[in-house]
Each structure stands twice: as C-alpha cells, then as structure tokens.
C-alpha cells in the first residue's frame, strides 16, 4: 500500500494508524486462548520530520510494545505504520526480504539500559561496526574510520574503541548506544527512555548531545519516557499514554500550561519543583492500573480519576479538538480547569 501525505509546509515522515497491539493468554495443556493483553489500543498519530515527539505515561502503559511494533520488532494485531521513502507513504507492514532490510537503515533505536544493551564479549569497535557490516555498507580501513568518525561524533575517544563496555561509565555506554545507532544514518531514532538509568547529571549530558545531533543531522526523534521535565525540555510535541490508550496529545509547552485530561494533571503534580519556596499539591490517585487483559468499559481512566461522572464508566471518550494542535480523550475535557505547572519545573 503506497499513499503520498503532507500536513501543511512540513513533511510528515511517519503516521500510525489505528495501530493495535494484543498478547494472546495460553493456558491449559492444549494451549487454548483464554483472553488477551491489550498493550497496545487503537493509537493514531504522526510525526513531522525532524521533530522531536515525546511519549509519557506509567511504567506498563504501552510506549516500548508501540516502539517495538513500529520497528517491527513485534508484529502488529491491526492497524498500519506508515513510513516516508523516496516521497512516498510506505505501509512497513507490506515489506519483506531486502526491502524491510532496507528500511531498517532509516529507522533505528535507543534502548533504555545502557548496560544489557552492550554485549560484553565484543569490542566498541566490534558493537558499533556490526550494523555496517550486516548492512555492507563498509568493510577494512574504510569501517575503522567510520566507527572512529561515530565514536567522535557522540564525544567518545577514537583510541578506546578497542576496549570492552565493562570499561566505560553508564553514560558513556549510552553514548556508544547511540553511535551503534546512528552507524547506519537513519532518519527516524526510536529513544526508548535513553536516560532512565544515568544519573541525573549525565542525563543532562546525554539530552544535550541528542539534541545537537538532531539539529547535525536532521534527524526525527521519538522519545519514550516517563519523566515529564525531561520530555519537556527536548520534545516539540507530547503524547500522554493510559493502559495502552492515547489520552492526550498536544504541543510541549501547552501541555504544562494548560493540561485537559486529569491523568496528565496528576503525572504534571508527581515532577519536583526546583523553586523551594513553591508548594504543589501531589494528586495521589487511588487504586492500583487496571488489568490490561480486563480494561473497564467506558473511559479506562474511570476507576482512579477524582473528577469522573456516570457517562465514564459507560461510554468510551472521543477524541476532541481543544485547538492550537491541542487534542484530548476526555468526556469532561471542556468542563474542567487544570492545573499547569510550567512555572514550578
């Protein structure tokens, strides 16, 4: 399937359409299906090329199972990602042999922990050159500088690309994580919370550097994470996840300004304030997150949101237009006032 798209001046290089994602629960000696864990639900959006898209939400909430399903890495239950090559829409689903292969080139990931991600038993050199070797794309002197132009270009030294990982901090781990991929110049780099496990003064390290390769190279960022200031500070656009939903998807700013959904208030109350002299109001929701294998009818977020009515836990919210690109799934959206906290962050 082939489409061609674009919204406005800006050149849309990924769209995801109704994409869904269920494990199926085996039990019994035969194996039988009894249900299913639904990790991913009906999520649609796009992202523009050479923007930086955030995805938040709890841990469980589905952002690294959507990641996986868009680089294929777990095949898709319905729905469509569609991926810009050569001007056109391409439906990555569709592709197989040589062509996902290729495709492969232009779409790469960050993993999380910077420390299982690295085999132990291969060189820098070796991690960083594997992908250029699958690829043949370059062999001899010719892959040695290229790995040593990698490691430059992420802040690394060129000597140490004949140590093992062991040798390096966690911070500069991720760093080889992010030459390894970039090795292959894509266009779209999946972040699948890149800075979780650093400590706090590396994780300002570790953004800056993305950033200045974003604006290097062109390159479009999703970023998964859960921490709501550092999605702020790198993401044009954030899109707020619930049990395997999209609650919530709006500009950067606007999100700390003027949230519409009361599970984005209450992820914004849980960031600490920086001011000492100013006092939040820690919105605890009660209840633990429903089972994904047995969502609530109606708005999933029902059972814990302190704001919620009868129409809730009976009819499952549209998504709505709050304008400025501002949109939400919400029956009340429009009857609430929220508290933003871009001031305290």
């Not at 085999?119 to 070797?133: C, D, G, Q, S, W």
């Not at 266009?187 to 390290?205: G, N």
Request: some cysteine; aromatic content about 6%.
């Amino acid at each position: 399937m082939k489409t061609d798209m674009t919204d406005g001046n800006d050149t849309v290089i990924l769209e995801i359409k109704n994409l869904t994602k269920h494990f199926p629960i085996y039990r019994g000696f035969l194996r039988r299906i009894v249900g299913n864990v639904q990790a991913v639900n009906n999520v649609s959006f796009s992202v523009k090329s050479g923007e930086t898209l955030g995805i938040v939400g709890e841990s469980g909430c589905g952002k690294t199972t959507l990641a996986r399903v868009i680089l294929r890495a777990y095949e898709a239950t319905s729905g469509e990602v569609l991926y810009r090559q050569n001007g056109e829409m391409i439906n990555i689903f569709s592709l197989k042999g040589q062509e996902l292969k290729k495709l492969r080139r232009d779409m790469q990931i960050i993993f999380q922990d910077p420390f299982s991600s690295l085999n132990p038993r291969k060189t820098v050199m070796e991690i960083i050159a594997e992908p250029l070797r699958i690829h043949g794309i370059s062999r001899g002197q010719e892959l040695k500088l290229r790995v040593g132009e990698l490691l430059e270009l992420v802040g690394l030294n060129v000597k140490h690309m004949n140590r093992y990982p062991n040798a390096f901090s966690g911070g500069q781990r991720q760093r080889i994580g992010i030459a390894r991929a970039l090795a292959l110049r894509p266009k779209l780099v999946i972040c699948d919370e890149p800075v979780s496990a650093l400590d706090v003064s590396v994780q300002a390290q570790v953004i800056n550097l993305l950033e200045d390769l974003q604006n290097e190279l062109g390159l479009t960022y999703l970023f998964i994470a859960h921490d709501l200031s550092v999605v702020e500070h790198i993401s044009d656009r954030i899109v707020v996840m619930y049990l395997g939903s999209i609650v919530e998807m709006v500009p950067a700013q606007e999100l700390y300004k003027n949230p519409k959904h009361p599970y984005t208030e209450a992820l914004l109350s849980a960031v600490p304030s920086i001011d000492p002299n100013t006092h939040k109001t820690r919105i605890i929701l009660p209840g633990e997150i429903p089972n994904p294998s047995d969502p609530p009818p109606g708005c999933k977020f029902h059972t814990r949101c302190r704001y919620a009515r009868e129409i809730c836990s009976k009819e499952t919210p549209k998504w709505r237009d709050m304008g400025n690109d501002h949109y939400v799934a919400c029956h009340l959206a429009d009857q609430l006032t929220l508290q933003g906290i871009t001031n305290n962050l």
